[in-house]
């Protein structure tokens, strides 16, 4: 095209097109129930297959125990240690196979910030691509 902002996308390969941010459709609509189907997918596939690797990670290769709900302590520490950082990598990784490699990256980020890791570690740019990911 010859306008200013088509020429950007069609310079942007594959791969930059579907690793960036996408936009969000008007709320209500049916292509945002589309959309809040494969956010929830997503999650759903991200904590069962957290699960289904952990048990047996804590169990087996740890040699402890237990359950989060009857423990011991030692069961349920070990178990949030390991859950959490694959549990955003899993995220992470899930999220780009469906096309929202951006989004969930930026997740992944925020919730490690909320341990008190700064998002600056991880992701230079995460203050400036914030204002891109409102709450739905």
Same mark, same amino acid.
């Given at each position: 095209?010859?306008?200013?902002?088509?020429?950007?996308? *069609?310079?942007?390969?594959?791969?930059?097109?579907?690793?960036?941010?996408?936009?969000?459709?008007?709320?209500?609509?049916?292509?945002?129930?589309?959309?809040?189907?494969?956010?929830?997918? @997503?999650?759903?596939?991200?904590?069962?297959?957290?699960?289904?690797? @952990?048990?047996?990670?804590?169990? *087996?290769?740890?040699?402890?125990?237990?359950?989060?709900?009857?423990?011991?302590?030692?069961?349920?520490?070990?178990?949030?240690?390991?859950?959490?950082?694959?549990?955003?990598?899993?995220?992470?990784?899930?999220?780009?196979?469906?096309?929202?490699?951006?989004?969930f990256?930026?997740?992944?980020?925020?919730?490690f910030?909320?341990f008190?890791?700064?998002?600056?570690?991880?992701?230079?740019?995460?203050?400036?691509?914030?204002?891109?990911?409102?709450?739905?």
């Open positions: 095209g010859s306008g200013g902002g088509g020429d950007k996308k *069609e310079k942007m390969t594959f791969l930059q097109r579907f690793l960036a941010p996408k936009e969000m459709p008007p709320r209500y609509t049916p292509k945002w129930y589309g959309e809040m189907v494969l956010l929830c997918t @997503v999650f759903a596939i991200t904590g069962s297959s957290t699960m289904v690797l @952990v048990r047996p990670a804590v169990s *087996e290769v740890l040699g402890l125990q237990g359950s989060m709900k009857d423990g011991p302590w030692s069961y349920r520490i070990c178990s949030l240690v390991i859950m959490t950082p694959l549990y955003s990598a899993l995220l992470v990784l899930v999220g780009t196979v469906f096309g929202r490699h951006a989004y990256r930026h997740f992944s980020v925020k919730m910030s909320r008190g890791i700064p998002p600056e570690l991880m992701d230079k740019t995460f203050h400036e691509t914030a204002k891109n990911f409102r709450k739905y």
